[in-house]
C-alpha cells in the first residue's frame, strides 16, 4: 500500500533545464571556453554538479579545482528566474496530503536549500536527500535507503517522480516503482504528462477506505 510519495527536482518539480544551461555556460564563459553542445545540456540536467564540472571542462585546459572554488562563492539566486515550477503543483501537494508522506531524493547539492525557501516548498516535504547529503548520488541508492529508513517504511509502501535515465536506474537500485515524469521513452510502469494526471494511477486509487 503506497504511504510514500519522493520527487526529484529537475524536471520534475521544475522545468529548470534553461537555468542549467545559463548557469554551466556561465562557468564556461568566465574561464573563457565556449558554451556546451546540446549533449552537454543533457547531461549537466540529470547530474551532480560537481560530475557536471568535470564533464563540461574535460576538453579544456582549466584546473578544476579552480572552476570549483569560483563556483563556491557564485550566488545562484539570479540564475533561479529561468526555473519554472510545474503549474499544477501546488495543487497535487495540496491533495495528497496528509494522506501521503513526502520526500525530495536529487543531485542537487547546496542550491536545494535555497529553492525551498524561495519558491515557498519547505513545508510541503518532510524530509530532502541531495547529492552533499547522501554517501554517493543518484543514481545510487543511497538517498532512497535513507528516505526509506527514515520514515520506517519499506519499497513496496513508496514511489518516485523521476524524468531521466539516472532516476529509473536510482530506483531499480532498491527496486522502487517509477513514474516518468514528462519523459514517454523512460522505462517506467506509469507515464504521465502532468502531475494531476498521477492521482488517477492504480497506486494512488488502493487506500480509498479509512485506514
Request: with cysteine.
Amino acid at each position: 500500500m503506497l504511504r510514500l510519495v519522493i520527487f526529484d527536482c529537475d524536471g520534475v518539480l521544475f522545468s529548470s533545464r534553461e537555468a542549467n544551461r545559463i548557469y554551466y555556460n556561465h562557468l564556461l564563459e568566465h574561464f573563457g571556453c565556449p558554451p556546451m553542445d546540446e549533449a552537454e545540456v543533457d547531461y549537466v540536467h540529470i547530474h551532480n554538479v560537481t560530475d557536471s564540472v568535470a564533464h563540461i571542462f574535460r576538453n579544456h585546459q582549466v584546473s578544476l579545482e579552480a572552476v570549483n572554488r569560483y563556483r563556491a562563492g557564485l550566488d545562484y539566486a539570479p540564475f533561479l528566474r529561468y526555473m519554472t515550477m510545474e503549474p499544477d503543483l501546488m495543487e497535487f501537494l495540496r491533495l495528497i496530503r496528509p494522506r501521503y508522506r513526502t520526500a525530495i531524493s536529487t543531485n542537487r547539492t547546496n542550491t536545494m536549500d535555497m529553492i525551498l525557501d524561495i519558491f515557498g516548498l519547505r513545508p510541503w516535504f518532510e524530509m530532502v536527500v541531495t547529492a552533499l547529503s547522501a554517501p554517493r548520488p543518484k543514481p545510487a541508492p543511497d538517498g532512497l535507503h535513507m528516505i526509506l529508513d527514515h520514515f520506517g517504511l519499506g519499497v513496496d509502501e513508496a514511489i518516485y517522480i523521476g524524468d531521466s535515465e539516472v532516476d529509473r536506474a536510482h530506483c531499480a537500485a532498491v527496486g522502487m516503482e517509477l513514474i516518468a515524469f514528462k519523459n514517454p521513452d523512460l522505462p517506467a510502469r506509469y507515464h504521465v504528462e502532468s502531475f494531476m494526471e498521477i492521482l488517477g494511477l492504480p497506486p494512488f486509487n488502493e487506500q480509498q477506505t479509512p485506514q
